[in-house]
């Protein structure tokens, strides 16, 4: 759920569904032998257990608006070709990029696709 909060968004999935449900928060549960942990983020005014970024009503809504407008770029993007392999927000250079994206992922990354 870190990587929500970065300049570049990655890891998309669970705030494209706030958009949907801008009033929830949302959250990633992990299940082990040693119990349940949870992380997240969500309005305060929700029953959110710790762990979970909590904001207030306008600032949740704030975040959100940001989200939309960054999945927004993200489309734009795809749309107009830029599918560059990205990491942690910087770039990977080609030879970078076969390495890590190769394999079972070649037809999604489209790594052979690099010059």
């Known amino acids: 759920s870190n990587r929500w909060f970065e300049s570049r968004l990655s ?3 669970l705030p494209l569904y706030a958009q949907q449900f801008g009033d ?3 959250a990633i549960v992990r299940l082990d032998g ?4 949870y992380s997240g983020a969500g309005p305060s005014a929700t029953s959110l257990p710790s762990g979970f970024r ?3 009503a306008t600032e949740w809504q704030g ?6 407008e960054q999945i927004a770029t993200l489309v734009e ?3 107009s070709g830029d599918v560059r392999i990205r990491s942690d ?8 990029a076969r390495e890590h994206a190769g394999g079972a992922f070649a ?7 690099l010059a």
């Open 11 to 13: 890891e998309c999935q």
């Open 24 to 26: 929830a928060g949302i």
């Open 34 to 37: 040693s119990g349940v942990e």
């Open 54 to 56: 909590k904001f207030e």
């Open 63 to 68: 975040q959100v608006a940001g989200w939309r």
């Open 77 to 79: 993007e795809f749309v």
């Open 89 to 96: 927000a910087h770039e990977f250079v080609a030879s970078d």
């Open 107 to 113: 037809p999604l990354s489209r790594v052979g696709d």
